[in-house]
């Protein structure tokens, strides 16, 4: 294929078309019909509602139950979203709930999930010793493990703040939650015992904390998954009677009627990625994205997030007062600094006082807790040159030190191949690029780190331009769109990545969007999921950096 002007101009305005059909009237770009159902989410809900009520819930459980069943894959193990290839976590707490829950009638399907795991290497092949640990909770609650065998959550950290929130980051009411059961149900010593006793004021204290933030609706982070955890574990330990109720009356609200719960809207995550995608392919100046950020600018949180130990200022994934996110943070205030007006502008100034205050000491960035060091959520050179690249877009110099600082860190990050490793994307095309971006960005294209990673990027094209995961995965929209713009940032000749440009046009779909692919990771390394929104914006963001490249190398303005 030869990519020809009017065919990129055709492509992008089909492709924003595409992504503009998709907006609400309040400025989301809506994608929930595609990240609605959540095995994880149904889980939660369904060892939730038998501890807490198994009577009064006896219609919801038989529900998810069915659900459960209908959507177990031919092999017998499940994903967290249904159709996709089987995934360890979910097949494991999968078949644990349904015997917990309906041990006869689904005898064969915990049989058939057990036997995938088996296949698979059981608990401790799973790439992820957190994930290990929550599923043998589960494990736990069925008799397929003692109790002795679980993990133990040290309660005794309730009576010290700074150091559960680096120890449990973002889990702290999972933790919590699971720990106060264990110290009813798990054989702990004399010692232990005395410090689950000093430790459950402080423990039931941040798990109010964080339930009363988002406004007592009974959810905790508007995810059935997390809040199955959280209620499962108060049921268990017969604590926060009304914290438990409201749990229940969440899920009773929330279940769809096909027998399901999802694991939560994501409307900033869609909306931000939209945005960014449409401004780099010339929309900035377009009204229709005056409502999104008019909603960006609302959904900024103004109060502290006392459990994290977060100050005001930061965006998360969805709502007015759902859970910080360096990561929603970043890319927003990428989008707000790049959109004219001035409406924006105190946003932009909170937002970045949130990311200086936010920076590790080391210089990096993780997710929502400083210096944190746990693996799901602390420190990631992606999460980091998203920051970064915030920094720059709100006017930040290359010379300042919190920019020097994280790229210092970057370089330490960096892999013995040039590769960079991602904690919410799959590995590692769409880190690579990101970091190479920024490097170039702040004037260092040119050093060591950012030549490492075009080599690596160059290495990880495939045969026909596109680019996969960079070991082996067949070719993403998302990972050669990102491939693709970063090069183009680092000064690469168009011509060098025409290749890819042209298979992103071929991928077309006929409404003009793209198709989108399980990039995004839930849990790293075990349960994936896609964003629509990102596989539009990535190859709008694509097409529009490459028709802006052709453009000066034919000195045209772009």
């Not at 998709?22 to 369904?46: C, E, I, K, M």
């Not at 689950?196 to 009363?212: D, F, N, S, T, W």
């Not at 438990?244 to 769809?256: G, H, S």
């Not at 970091?435 to 702040?442: D, G, K, N, S």
Request: hydrophobic share 40%.
């Amino acid at each position: 294929m030869t990519t020809v002007p009017d065919e990129l101009d055709r492509a992008i305005g089909e492709g924003a078309e595409s992504l503009f059909a998709a907006q609400r009237a309040d400025g989301v770009f809506d994608y929930s019909a595609d990240n609605l159902t959540s095995t994880l989410g149904t889980v939660g809900a369904l060892s939730a509602l038998h501890h807490a009520d198994p009577r009064g819930s006896a219609d919801l459980i038989e529900a998810g139950v069915g659900w459960l069943r209908r959507t177990q894959n031919p092999d017998g193990g499940w994903a967290m979203v249904p159709g996709l290839d089987s995934e360890a976590g979910p097949t494991a707490v999968s078949s644990a709930v349904l015997h917990l829950v309906d041990p006869d009638g689904s005898a064969e399907a915990v049989r058939a999930g057990q036997r995938w795991m088996d296949d698979f290497g059981g608990l401790d092949a799973i790439p992820h010793p957190e994930v290990v640990s929550w599923c043998r909770q589960y494990y736990g609650f069925v008799g397929w493990l003692s109790a002795d065998e679980m993990r133990r959550f040290p309660l005794e950290l309730g009576m010290l703040p700074g150091l559960h929130r680096k120890v449990f980051d973002l889990r702290i009411p999972m933790a919590f939650a699971l720990g106060l059961a264990q110290a009813r149900h798990k054989p702990l010593n004399p010692v232990q015992k005395l410090l689950a006793k000093l430790g459950e004021p402080g423990a039931l204290k941040a798990i109010r904390q964080v339930h009363e933030h988002e406004g007592s609706t009974g959810a905790w982070c508007e995810n059935a998954w997390v809040t199955g955890l959280v209620c499962t574990g108060l049921a268990r330990a017969g604590l926060a009677p009304d914290l438990v109720e409201a749990a229940v009356q969440w899920f009773r609200k929330t279940m769809d009627p096909d027998g399901w719960w999802q694991t939560g809207p994501l409307d900033a995550a869609w909306t931000m990625y939209a945005a960014r995608g449409l401004a780099e392919a010339g929309y900035a100046d377009d009204p229709r994205l005056t409502a999104s950020v008019d909603l960006f600018v609302r959904l900024q949180q103004h109060r502290s997030f006392l459990a994290f130990g977060c100050p005001p200022g930061y965006w998360g994934w969805a709502g007015t007062a759902g859970w910080p996110s360096t990561l929603e943070t970043g890319e927003i205030l990428s989008v707000l600094s790049r959109l004219p007006g001035d409406q924006q502008a105190d946003a932009v100034t909170a937002g970045v006082d949130w990311l200086t205050r936010m920076q590790d000491s080391r210089g990096s960035w993780g997710l929502c807790v400083r210096n944190t060091k746990v693996t799901n959520s602390g420190p990631c050179p992606m999460t980091t040159v998203q920051a970064v690249d915030a920094l720059l877009d709100a006017g930040i110099p290359a010379s300042d030190s919190r920019i020097r600082r994280a790229l210092r860190w970057l370089s330490t990050a960096q892999l013995p191949d040039g590769a960079f490793e991602s904690v919410w994307y799959r590995h590692h095309t769409m880190a690579t690029a990101a970091v190479l971006e920024t490097f170039a960005r702040a004037g260092q294209a040119g050093g060591d780190t950012a030549r490492r990673a075009q080599r690596w990027l160059e290495r990880a094209r495939l045969g026909d331009g596109s680019w996969g995961d960079g070991h082996g995965a067949p070719a993403t929209v998302e990972e050669t769109g990102w491939a693709i713009s970063g090069l183009l940032a680092a000064g690469a000749d168009p011509e060098s990545v025409r290749a890819g440009v042209d298979w992103l046009l071929g991928q077309r779909e006929s409404g003009g969007g793209w198709p989108s692919e399980s990039v995004n990771e839930y849990v790293r390394h075990v349960s994936r999921y896609s964003n629509p929104a990102l596989a539009q914006g990535m190859a709008l963001r694509a097409l529009g950096r490459y028709r802006n490249s052709q453009r000066l190398t034919n000195g045209e303005h772009a």
